[in-house]
């Protein structure tokens, strides 16, 4: 199985911080990394898809990059609705699909 | 828009079957375009992908699961069912069901989730 990483495991910021979440793969990926931010009590819901595609309707503060088995996510200036916990997962191994553990952003 | 719900029962007991049911809105699942999965969360936990349906009934499971998962559809009712047997306190999550999908550039992608629910593994 392909291991996904992250770090940190949680983070505080503030609100208008710039804030960076890495995931580390155990293997190379190429650019199948998504990544998902879920509120507490609700589901996940899909941020960026392939590295750095930003799903519609999501806010451009949010960005992703990295290729291979490093990828960062990327919040430019935080906002209230922004605390969560984030989450990346590889498509590349398909269909054994693999989740990090988590990046809690806390105020 | 595509919406899920999943149904079963809360509370299973130590060796019995755990049996989920996910209903799906707004598409088809025998379309080929979406596919259907089950994903789990332990309390306080990362998420883990269980296994998929998809087409006209083809299946992938996480090696994890393989001898004791089978996830079945009925297209009359737009359903899909999770079934994970001999479980143990180490079941007790929320389950999800998601759609999954591929877009043009290959990527895969879990697009719709329903709420999730919980199930606890306990005499």
């Known amino acids: 199985d392909i291991q996904m990483t992250q770090s940190p495991s949680s983070l505080s910021a503030s609100v208008g911080d710039r804030v960076t979440v890495t995931c580390r793969a155990s293997q190379s990926i190429s650019t199948y990394l998504n990544w998902y931010q879920q509120k507490v009590g609700k589901a996940p819901k899909l941020l960026i898809y392939g590295a750095k595609n930003l799903k519609n309707g999501v806010p451009s503060r949010f960005s992703g990059s990295g290729s291979g088995t490093e990828f960062t996510l990327t919040i430019s200036s935080l906002q209230p609705e922004d605390f969560a916990t984030y989450y990346c997962q590889q498509s590349y191994s398909n269909p054994m699909y693999t989740f990090g553990q988590g990046t809690k952003l806390e105020i | 828009q595509v919406q899920l719900q999943e149904s079963g029962p809360g509370l299973v007991k130590p060796s019995q079957t755990l049996s989920l049911t996910c209903t799906v809105s707004?598409?088809?699942?025998?379309?080929?375009?979406?596919?259907w999965s089950w994903i789990r969360q332990p309390a306080g936990k990362g998420l883990e992908w269980i296994g998929r349906i998809y087409g006209s009934g083809n299946t992938n499971y996480n090696p994890s699961f393989e001898s004791r998962v089978d996830i079945s559809a009925d297209t009359s009712k737009n359903q899909f069912t999770l079934k994970l047997s001999s479980v143990t306190a180490a079941d007790t999550a929320l389950y999800y069901c998601a759609s999954g999908s591929f877009d043009s550039s290959g990527y895969f992608h879990f697009d719709y989730w329903g709420q999730g629910t919980l199930v606890t593994v306990s005499s």
């Open positions: 707004g598409g088809s699942i025998s379309s080929g375009f979406h596919y």
